[in-house]
């Protein structure tokens, strides 16, 4: 399906973005000079508990999309989650061995390190650490008043560019024709030859007046309306079905063979899921006030279908992103045994959330199929940098360094940098795509990755220069 054939371009920017830290974190050894054998040990055992972790959530991230009710974006969560597991077993047994192979000079490391250098940054942050956190403050309250415009909404029709057939297509339909969208509802009621009834013919009729005065329709088919350019009176429609069936007379679309249930086919102009949905719940609202006794079905049609599905995705999403926010909860606070380390981790990675879907709703957008996925499965890939900077600050403070904040920025904001960078970029690829939602999945989500990358460089150690968070 269109929506996983990206499921390949995720698996290798999430492969190479955890590498890095690996990479990274032998180059600086490396510079230190440590022996090549030395320096990729050296690196494994800083990183490995770490990237475990990561891995670890990023795989349970992507599998909270099996909550999704639509099999390609469950496929995606599969896929991606399996990937993940075969990524870390690569970067822990194969990267190791040929990092180990790899000759490279003291000299060349020191110059590679030197251009990673990040010692200035940690300085200008700890003199302005309050100011960054209070613009961060701010910038959070505007955000959330934004979310105000959040809306789930969606429109295949939208999923392709102008001058795509699809939607030259779709135009035509709406422009010449009736309408590119249908829904079909079906009236039924007991008794031999009761849709042919007066009681039964008169609430059609009424119905098919009702309809033909809503402004999303373009044109109304049933019984009714063949029978009229027939020239069919309702007796001779029933002399005539007395002795042949609907499908011998050209009716098999209209009536059932029983003749007790009768459809009205609708035909509408190109809408948005949420329109669809609104007009759906207009036609019910009349044929439960208006029908009585009959009974009625409806609306039926793939248009509808795939409006509802939208809307339970995004759903599904939300309860997804909410599974992620706790899971990512539990874990920090269970691995640092301690609840204000477990809120920190909340907090930045909700943020980066909250500050691009913010910009996305002020700005029109809405969370449509590609805007849903992102928040499903975002929240285990942004989560990998922060693991790491706690991780080894934790590991820092243990082990008595006078300025954890400072090693740790020195040892890791380097790799978070560039795996932030790789993912952006390759997710990226997305964006060059004419189906709507990998476009916003894809703009969203390397959005969300560096807003994440802002926050884990300029929030978290700031919050951890102001006030040493307690470490069980």
């Known amino acids: 399906a269109a929506i996983n054939a990206f499921t390949p371009i995720i698996i290798v920017s999430l492969h190479l973005a955890a590498s890095m830290h690996l990479v990274v974190g032998f180059v600086q050894y490396r510079a230190d000079g440590l022996g090549v054998a030395e320096a990729v040990q050296r690196s494994l055992d800083f990183n490995l508990r770490a990237m ?32 993940v597991v075969f990524s870390w077993l690569l970067n822990v047994v194969v990267l190791p061995l040929q990092l180990a192979r790899l000759k490279l000079e003291v000299g060349s490391a020191k110059h590679i390190s030197a251009r990673l250098n990040v010692e200035k940054f940690v300085t200008w942050l700890r003199r302005h650490a309050r100011w960054v956190l209070v613009a961060t403050f701010l910038i959070s309250l505007c955000a959330l008043l934004s979310l105000g415009r959040m809306q789930i909404n969606d429109s295949v029709y939208d999923y392709f560019p102008a001058q795509h057939p699809f939607s030259v297509g779709t135009r035509q339909l709406d422009e010449e024709f009736a309408g590119c969208v249908r829904l079909s509802y079906v009236l039924s009621s007991t008794g031999p030859a009761s849709a042919l009834t007066d009681d039964f013919m008169q609430l059609q009729e009424r119905f098919v007046a009702w309809l033909q005065a809503q402004p999303e329709v373009g044109g109304v088919n049933g019984i009714v309306g063949l029978m009229a350019r027939r020239g069919w ?13 609907p499908m011998d007379i050209g009716i098999g679309g209209q009536l059932t063979p029983g003749l007790s249930s009768s459809r009205v086919e609708v035909y509408l102009k190109a809408l948005s899921s949420v329109d669809l949905i609104a007009f759906d719940r207009r036609a019910q609202r009349w044929l439960s006030t208006h029908a009585g006794a009959i009974q009625f079905e409806g609306g039926i049609g793939p248009d509808l279908i795939f409006a509802w599905l939208g809307q339970r995705n995004a759903t599904s999403m939300f309860v ?15 691995l640092f045994r301690s609840p204000a380390m477990a809120l920190l981790g909340l907090v930045c990675n909700l943020l980066p959330l909250l500050l691009v879907y913010a910009l996305w709703f002020a700005t029109g957008g809405y969370v449509s199929l590609g805007a849903a996925i992102v928040l499903g499965m975002i929240m285990g890939v942004i989560v990998d940098d922060t693991l790491h900077l706690l991780c080894k600050y934790r590991a820092l403070r243990g082990q008595g360094v006078d300025e954890p904040v400072l090693e740790m920025s020195r040892r890791v904001l380097p790799a978070v940098f560039i795996t932030s960078v790789t993912l952006a970029a390759g997710l990226s690829v997305g964006m060059l795509s004419d189906f709507r939602p990998l476009r916003e999945l894809s703009m969203l989500s390397a959005g969300v990755i560096l807003a994440a990358l802002l926050v884990d460089a300029l929030v978290l150690p700031a919050v951890l220069m102001l006030k040493r968070v307690k470490l069980s």
Do not use: K
């Open 52 to 83: 475990s972790l990561s891995a670890l959530t990023t795989a349970a991230g992507f599998l909270l999309l099996g909550l999704s009710p639509s099999p390609p974006v469950r496929l995606v969560g599969y896929c991606v989650a399996m990937g």
């Open 320 to 334: 997804s992103l909410i599974a992620a926010l706790a899971g990512i909860g539990v874990l920090v606070g269970l």
């Open 233 to 245: 009176g309702l007796d001779q429609a029933r002399d005539l079905l007395s002795e042949r069936s």
